[in-house]
């Protein structure tokens, strides 16, 4: 969508008549149905649009959690529903971050511990230095020992977005990242989320309500209700 990154660098994103169907009972529902996007590396993107119109499914097809019923995703070229599904698991560890509504941080750990957590998973080099960077940036570095319980909403959505980037993935995936938050915490948190984006160069999809937030991105999409889901 933007001509600012040349071509070498990781995060280009293309999906090409993207559609999915749901098995439901009786007849399949149309979520998604032809949809066509293109980002370079380090473009940030606002997705918008009514409950139930398919945002979430979007951002799992993005995230390779959910294959398309048709139509392609390439992440850097690289299609990954065409690979083994083991490949697939440690392709989305290394190659994609998410920060969802919820933090989803694991209570029994600490802040340090969950932010590097995901490090394991892939068999990756990043170390506890990355994470305490990552927690610097987000203004956390004298929280590390904290467990989730002990924190603020706010500071949890902050772990789960140093968390989301501590693989240096290509794609940063954010489903309502501040849609639990009061207005001022979620003015906080999203301009640490511009700023790491910024630092880190990593190209983001965001599904956000707030109109206000997706003004402030350059790329903005309005997925539409396909007919016969939601109301
Ligand atoms: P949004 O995030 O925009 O609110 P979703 O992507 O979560 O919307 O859901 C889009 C539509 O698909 C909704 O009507 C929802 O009920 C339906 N849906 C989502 N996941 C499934 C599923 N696993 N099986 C069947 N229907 C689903
Ligand atoms: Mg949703």
């Known amino acids: 969508?933007?001509?600012?990154?040349?071509?070498?660098e990781r995060g280009r994103l293309e999906v090409e008549a993207l559609c999915k169907d749901y098995e439901t009972g009786h007849s399949p529902l149309t979520v998604l149905d032809g949809l066509?996007?293109?980002?370079?590396?380090?473009?940030?993107?606002a997705v918008t649009g009514p409950s139930g119109c398919g945002k979430s499914t979007l951002l799992h097809i993005l995230g390779t959690l959910e294959p398309p019923t048709s139509?392609?995703?390439r992440i850097d070229g690289?299609?990954?529903f065409a690979l083994p599904e083991a490949e697939l698991a440690s392709f989305r560890g290394r190659e994609v971050g998410f920060v969802f509504q919820d933090h989803h941080l694991l209570p029994q750990f600490n802040v340090l511990q969950n932010v590097t957590l995901p490090t394991l998973a892939v068999g990756g080099n990043e170390t506890d230095d990355r994470a305490r960077e990552l927690l610097a940036a987000v203004g956390l570095e004298e929280r590390l020992t904290h467990r989730p319980a002990q924190l603020s909403g706010g500071e949890r959505q902050?772990?789960?977005?140093?968390?989301a980037l501590i693989n240096r993935p290509s794609l940063l995936l954010c489903d309502e990242p501040t849609g639990n938050l009061d207005p001022?915490?979620?003015?906080v948190v999203a301009d640490l989320l511009f700023d790491?984006?910024?630092?880190?160069?990593?190209?983001?999809?965001?599904?956000t309500h707030s109109e206000e937030l997706a003004e402030r991105f350059e790329n903005r999409l309005r997925l539409g209700v396909?007919?016969?889901?939601a109301s």
């Open 71 to 73: 139509g392609a995703v």
């Open 36 to 45: 066509d996007l293109r980002l370079e590396a380090g473009d940030a993107l």
């Open 226 to 229: 396909v007919a016969g889901v």
């Open 184 to 187: 001022k915490t979620a003015e």
């Open 196 to 207: 790491l984006q910024a630092r880190e160069r990593r190209t983001m999809v965001v599904v």
């Open 158 to 163: 902050r772990v789960a977005i140093a968390r």
């Open 1 to 8: 969508m933007s001509e600012k990154s040349s071509g070498d």
């Open 78 to 80: 690289v299609d990954p």
